[in-house]
Each structure stands twice: as C-alpha cells, then as structure tokens.
C-alpha cells in the first residue's frame, strides 16, 4: 500500500512554461485535494474533489487548473507559471469529504525563476 | 473563515524532556488533525481528534471542542521528533469546507 504518491518530486519552471503535477492513491478514497505550503506556513486548499467527477476552488486557485482522472487520480496544472507560485506542492486524500482524516503524499518542490 | 492559532511558534528542548503544544480555533469544527513535519517535509498523521484524548507511545492529544483548543502533549522527547507540529481544523459550511492550518510549532530537540 503505497498511500498517496506524487510526481515529480522536484521540478523548476521558467516564468510563462507550464507543467502538470500528478497524484494517486490507492486506499480507495473519494476525496482528494491539492494544496500549497510557503516557507513559515501552514498548507493552503487550491482545489479539491469531493467525489469523481467534481472539483471545487479551494482558498488560493486562481494560476491552477485540476482534473478528477479517475477515483485514483488528481492533477494539478500551471498553465503559465509565475513566480509567486515557487511552493511545495502537497496532495491529500480522504475516505470521504473534509470531515475524514486526511492522508498526505510526499509533496513536489517547485521553483519558478 | 476559521482562524487557528498555535504556540507557541519556536520551542528548542534537551532530549527527555517533556512539552505541551497548543492549538486555539475560533469556532467549533467538524474535523482537528495534528501533523508532525520532519526535516526532509513529510507531513505525518499524528492524531485525528475532533473532541477527547487519544495517545500514541510519547505523544497524546486533548481536544475540548467545547473550549475551542487542542493539546499535544510530547513527553521523554527524542531528536527525531525535532520539526514542525501543525494543528488543522475543518468547519463544515453551506458554501464548503476546508482544511485550515494554523502556522505551526517548530520544535528542535537538542541531544
């Protein structure tokens, strides 16, 4: 049982390239979400999916687009990376809705220059 | 939105010691999970604890969801629990719900 497993583990963007972060799990959970976590905070919600089929806006999504694959998979993508979205980038699941516990993945390290 | 507030922010021990971190929300949850972040960034589950106590070896949690607060007790502390203790809490609303964080606890366990 791996839990939640992300792609890639590092990467660095010029400003304007795009990229798709990948997550999947394998506990069978509904739920998955993506979050950010700058240098000294806490994480921050950028989408997240209740259920396959649906995505929502969490706090801070504007730069990012999601796609719900399939009950497995969450993608995160940056159309045109900006600076501001230097982050280390986590993904979540849970059996079901934010009320469940929620089980982390490694996080990617990105760097936008 | 809810706020989470923790403390304190920086808390540097000598190994066997014993520490109480805190988490104070602003409204009543559905949902308060502690996370240990350890230096290479893992996010670890510690304790899913929207109300009562629960413990785990050294560590054990409190919740009073009636008071708005959450401890984490560490006792006979270890080098290897040296990193940042987030607290996290969900209030189910009409328009969602999320996750928020509070800034968390850096602990640094000298030997």
């Known amino acids: 049982n791996a839990g939640v497993t992300q792609t890639p583990k590092f990467q660095v963007l010029k400003t304007g390239q795009s990229m798709t972060l990948q997550c999947a799990q394998d506990m069978n959970h509904n739920s998955m979400y993506w979050y950010r976590q700058d240098p000294g905070m806490g994480l921050r919600l950028i989408y997240y999916?209740?259920?396959?089929?649906?995505?929502d806006k969490g706090e801070v999504p504007n730069g990012y687009n999601v796609s719900r694959l399939n009950k497995r998979e969450f993608s995160l993508r940056l159309e045109s990376a900006a600076p501001s979205q230097t982050s280390v980038y986590f993904c979540a699941s849970s059996v079901r809705d934010s009320v469940y516990e929620q089980y982390f993945g490694p996080g990617t390290r990105l760097t936008v220059t | 939105g809810i706020q989470v507030e923790q403390s304190p922010p920086d808390l540097i021990l000598q190994e066997g010691a014993n520490s109480t971190l805190r988490c104070n929300f602003s409204?009543?949850?559905?949902?308060l999970q502690w996370f240990h972040q350890n230096p290479w960034g893992q996010l670890i589950n510690l304790f899913y604890i929207p109300s009562g106590t629960k413990q785990n070896g050294r560590l054990s949690a409190t919740t009073v969801a009636t008071e708005r607060y959450s401890l984490l007790y560490i006792s006979s502390s270890q080098t290897t629990d040296s990193g940042v203790y987030f607290c996290?809490?969900?209030?189910?609303?009409?328009?969602?719900?999320?996750?928020?964080f509070g800034e968390g606890t850096q602990l640094t366990v000298n030997p």
């Open positions: 996290a809490v969900l209030r189910e609303e009409t328009s969602g719900s999320r996750l928020t």
């Open positions: 999916s209740a259920s396959e089929g649906t995505t």
């Open positions: 409204d009543s949850v559905n949902n």
